[in-house]
């Protein structure tokens, strides 16, 4: 079974700082897709970032970036120039198919 | 705008008694799901549909049941069963993709809170 782990609970980052949340998975097929959402305290569940598997090059989306190491099954996620807004629970995903499976979330705080 | 709707956005449940969380979609998405999130963790699966009259039982379906009758329905019951109903409920759909097929992302509803009297 499919399964994913962010082993950071809590993080937090200084105003402007760059932060890296961690996010392992656990799985025998070689094509998936993998997810970085965030959930403000809105709880609105916001897309940040999607990796395709079969894609050696690391995605970026303005300041957010990932490191994506497929034979360690690793899937981190840097923000950079950390804002305010940034502040909020990520949750990393893994898709198969039609099954999506998520990790327990990393609660960010951003420090002004 | 197309998205996901869910109603209402805050449920009270009495001891004994059945409620009915909606979830309507106008993307024409085939798959629908409903996660369940309690405080400070993660999303769990209770039940998905990849098509419609046809469901099946995520991680945590007991005491939970579900319909897809419509496309773009897909109604979650709490019943009595569930003793302990109190989280946050978030449906979420997708289109239908085969395995490997799509990099498509799940699109969430605004989520219900369903807390017990």
């Known amino acids: 079974a499919q399964t994913v782990t962010q082993s950071q609970p809590e993080m937090s980052v200084q105003e402007a700082e760059t932060v890296t949340l961690s996010c392992t998975y656990d799985?025998?097929?070689?094509?998936?897709?993998l997810f970085w959402y965030k959930q403000p305290p809105s709880r609105q569940m916001i897309l940040v970032i999607r990796?395709?598997?079969?894609?050696?090059q690391n995605a970026t989306e303005n300041r957010f970036s990932v490191n994506f190491q497929k034979a360690a099954k690793s899937f981190s996620l840097k923000i950079s120039d950390s804002q305010l807004g940034d502040a909020a629970m990520y949750f990393c995903a893994y898709r198969s198919g039609n099954q999506f499976y998520f990790g327990t979330g990393t609660s960010l705080t951003v420090i002004p | 705008d197309g998205g996901i709707t869910q109603s209402p956005k805050y449920l009270f449940r009495k001891e004994g008694q059945n409620v009915t969380l909606s979830c309507e979609q106008n993307?024409?998405?085939?798959?629908m799901y409903w996660y369940r999130q309690d405080p400070g963790q993660g999303l769990r699966l209770i039940y998905y549909s990849q098509i419609v009259n046809d469901f099946q039982k995520g991680d945590i379906a007991e005491g939970y049941s579900v319909s897809r009758e419509k496309k773009e329905s897909f109604p979650l019951t709490v019943t009595s069963a569930q003793k302990n109903p109190t989280a946050f409920y978030l449906c979420?759909?997708?289109?239908?993709?085969?395995?490997?097929?799509?990099?498509?992302?799940?699109?969430f509803g605004s989520g219900t809170q369903l807390s017990v009297l």
């Open positions: 990796q395709e598997a079969y894609k050696q």
């Open positions: 979420a759909s997708s289109i239908f993709g085969r395995p490997g097929a799509t990099n498509e992302k799940l699109f």
């Open positions: 993307l024409n998405h085939d798959a």
């Open positions: 799985t025998s097929e070689s094509d998936y897709y």
